[in-house]
């Protein structure tokens, strides 16, 4: 896009804004757009761009690679809405699997507690405490050397 914005200028169009004559945003608020939103944008700059009275080869092919890059963008993010369907259905299936966990693993819990009551001495903390972590070592610093 910076390449066809360039073109344009050197064609004699504002060097400001060469998208303003074709009735578009500058090239900075373009390429600020989300990527499907300045593919679309820069498809409808390279249609107006290329029917510019006494436009060079080089805008024309400028145009040709705009567009076609923006096509490639556009082509890209085609699946992306079917993979965010996928992925909200599969966020669904693991929240409702998440409550039956938590209630069985909660029950095992309170299990492990009562058999405690009943005898089973450290069979709490042997399956749900974790050990402290061993504390690192604090390394000796080295004798500075001296120079007499």
């Known amino acids: 896009m910076d390449t066809l914005a360039s073109k344009l200028v050197g064609d ?12 578009f945003k500058p090239p900075a608020v373009v390429q600020r757009m989300g990527y499907a939103e300045e593919a679309k944008e820069v498809l409808k700059i390279a ?8 436009a060079s080869k080089e805008t024309l092919d400028a145009a040709k690679d705009a567009e ?3 096509r490639a963008v556009t082509h890209a993010l085609g699946p992306i809405p079917a993979l965010k369907e996928a992925y909200k259905a599969a966020l669904l299936k693991r929240d ?12 095992l819990k309170r299990g492990a507690r009562a058999a405690e009551d009943d005898g ?15 504390r690192k070592r604090k390394q ?5 050397v001296t120079t007499t």
């Open 12 to 23: 004699g169009l504002p060097r400001k804004n060469p998208f303003a004559p074709l009735g």
């Open 47 to 54: 249609t107006k761009a290329r029917k510019v009275k006494g």
């Open 68 to 70: 076609r890059s923006a």
């Open 96 to 107: 409702a699997l998440a409550q039956p966990w938590e209630t069985a693993f909660a029950a």
């Open 120 to 134: 089973a001495k450290g069979l709490f903390a042997a399956l749900f405490e974790r050990p402290a972590k061993p």
């Open 140 to 144: 000796a610093k080295p004798a500075a």
